[in-house]
């Protein structure tokens, strides 16, 4: 293999990958490295990449074999390749698979056909507890109802095991996707790529198939993945969502575009407590309890029914005390759906082992140019203090402090004022961390606002005139990160955020992404406090973008200088864009 200098890979030998940005071969290479590698940092000019177990052990659950991922590599590098990452390429996707959980005449056995690997994993600490007896040279019998617990003391101990014992069907339900969407009229079908997605989990119904996750953009439709996946198993469905709005629009999904009748399907949160063969509850009240010593007292609704699969939304938002009802579950189908595994706690691990590996993923970009999500043009804008007195009082804050004086910095109000103006006629989102800044913030715009404050029918009639377009400036705060339809809406700005939370970026880029008619172009703008600590931790948000082949346009602005929004120069760009319809199963 001879190796170019002019490629943009350097591949150092302790599993990190340095990427640069300027080179022409940058997307391509970004694009292979997604499959096997996380993005660690991304300045402007390297980007840089770690190659982890975890990451190797989702590219050998999609299907890559070591020599493709090596093969990737040489392609793009510069140099030589470190032997010793080579090695642990086959090592660690070697282990993927090695060991197995099988089930016969009722009972759960854990086989290798590595008699050695599986001697050596039996006296682990923290897999002995869930052993029984061994049968033979190459099996042991495993406690059958610690299913879930000993896939994740084997992911801890370095050792994926590939389940495949496989699932109880579940109580039997017709589910069958419509092909006119019953509330417009208008024709509906799965797309490809979302056909596909269904096809990785259910995997024609074999033990191969049936737990994993999705991974997809906001506004690509990952609930139309899910009701397709309902449709392939046929059984009654647990739903978890985030909150009691996406909730309700789960319902209105199912009901839109399946056969499903309201009879059918059951509310279970803090106003309704149904069960029905389609129920859909929130990760608020499984994780609800009079104290912090009590029990989670709503847990038992993993068991109330019946289930032949259970449906995590935005499974990388799955509270930690959920993972013990899930590791008690592993006998039911599991579909994980995301726009991104990174969480914030550092628990991948028990997302891979307990709901299952990455099933499916395709780059935010590719469907971007696909036009089945806007083209995002993402700014940020960096502002000074508005005055030295502020400054001073950052300057001599308590570290615990400095964040919040950054984000609500009153400079910030001026640079909202500008791109509203600039921005007049579009549907905004300005969205923000703190209230007292968002109180300002709405009285100044006359725009309305949305908090945890506001009543959940109030909420409703505002998201829903935000839709029709008779409030066309709507002011939120975090309770709309998650799950919100609100399909026509093209501009957000966000004014303060959660530190660094690369969730949070995603979550808010993807309020504004679903395809729009005509002209399919939004706007991202992030307006930080510049020398601070409310930057450092926009340069970690926005990890996230990067990820997905977005770059960041950062913008200096004094005090008292007009900002100029980048949407003219966007849309005298975009003449192509307006001719392009939205795409059928959105």
Not at 36 to 51: D, G, M, N, Q
Not at 491 to 501: W, Y
Request: aromatic content about 8%; glycine content about 6%.
């Amino acid at each position: 293999m001879s190796y170019n200098p002019k490629n943009p890979l350097i591949v150092q030998s302790d599993r990190t990958v340095l990427l640069e940005t300027a080179n022409e071969k940058f997307e391509e290479a970004r694009d292979a490295l997604s499959i096997f590698a996380e993005l660690v940092k991304s300045p402007e000019h390297i980007h840089t990449y770690k190659v982890s177990p975890l990451s190797l052990w989702n590219a050998a659950a999609l299907g890559y074999e070591p020599a493709e991922i090596k093969e990737q590599l040489e392609a793009y590098s510069k140099y030589p390749l470190p032997g010793n990452l080579l090695t642990d390429i086959d090592e660690f996707m070697s282990r993927y698979g090695r060991l197995k959980l099988v089930a016969e005449d009722d009972d759960l056995y854990l086989v290798s056909e590595d008699e050695a690997l599986l001697e050596e994993i039996s006296r682990q600490r923290k897999v002995e507890p869930y052993l029984l007896d061994r049968v033979d040279r190459q099996r042991f019998r495993v406690v059958k109802d610690q299913r879930g617990f000993i896939k994740h003391a084997l992911i801890t101990v370095g050792y994926p095991v590939e389940d495949l014992a496989g699932y109880v069907k579940g109580e039997e339900l017709e589910v069958e996707l419509r092909e006119e969407m019953k509330a417009t009229g208008d024709p509906f079908a799965l797309r490809e790529y979302q056909e596909e997605a269904v096809g990785a989990f259910w995997a024609g119904g074999t033990v191969k198939g049936g737990s994993g996750a999705i991974v997809l953009p906001c506004g690509a439709g990952k609930t139309i993945v899910a009701l397709g996946a309902m449709e392939a198993v046929g059984a009654h469905t647990l739903i978890l969502t985030t909150n009691i709005t996406a909730l309700r629009q789960w319902r209105d999904e199912i009901l839109d575009k399946t056969n499903l009748t309201e009879e059918q399907i059951g509310e279970y949160s803090g106003e309704v407590k149904e069960i029905k063969p389609v129920t859909i509850t929130t990760y608020q009240i499984l994780t609800y309890r009079k104290t912090k010593e009590s029990e989670f007292i709503h847990f038992d609704v993993f068991n109330q029914g019946n289930w032949g699969l259970v449906i995590y939304d935005e499974v990388h938002l799955l509270p930690a005390p959920v993972f013990r009802a899930v590791a008690n579950i592993q006998s039911r189908r599991r579909l994980g759906l995301t726009a991104t595994l990174v969480r914030e706690d550092g628990k991948e691990e028990e997302v891979f082992s307990l709901i299952g590996p990455k099933k499916y993923d395709v780059p935010w970009r590719v469907l971007e140019k696909q036009g089945f999500i806007a083209t995002a043009t993402c700014s940020e804008l960096r502002v000074p203090f508005a005055d030295d007195d502020l400054r001073l009082e950052y300057a001599l804050a308590e570290q615990r402090q400095k964040y919040k004086i950054a984000a609500t910095n009153r400079a910030k109000l001026d640079v909202l004022e500008d791109l509203l103006e600039q921005h007049e006629g579009d549907n905004v989102m300005i969205i923000g961390q703190y209230l007292d800044q968002l109180d300002d913030i709405a009285e100044r715009t006359g725009a309305p606002l949305i908090t945890g404050r506001t009543k959940q029918d109030q909420r409703e009639v505002l998201y829903e005139k935000f839709r029709s377009g008779d409030v066309p400036v709507l002011v939120v705060s975090k309770v709309a990160n998650f799950a919100v339809d609100l399909p026509d809406a093209n501009v957000a700005i966000q004014v303060s955020g959660t530190f660094g939370s690369r969730q949070e970026e995603a979550q808010r880029l993807g309020r504004i992404l679903r395809p729009k008619e005509g002209r399919n172009d939004a706007f991202f703008y992030s307006v930080v406090t510049k020398d601070t600590n409310e930057q450092d931790y926009a340069n970690r948000r926005q990890l996230f973008l990067t990820e997905q082949g977005y770059r960041y346009q950062i913008e200096m602005v004094e005090l008292g200088e007009k900002v100029e929004a980048v949407a003219p120069k966007r849309r005298e760009s975009s003449e192509d864009a307006a001719a392009q319809e939205k795409p059928t199963g959105s």
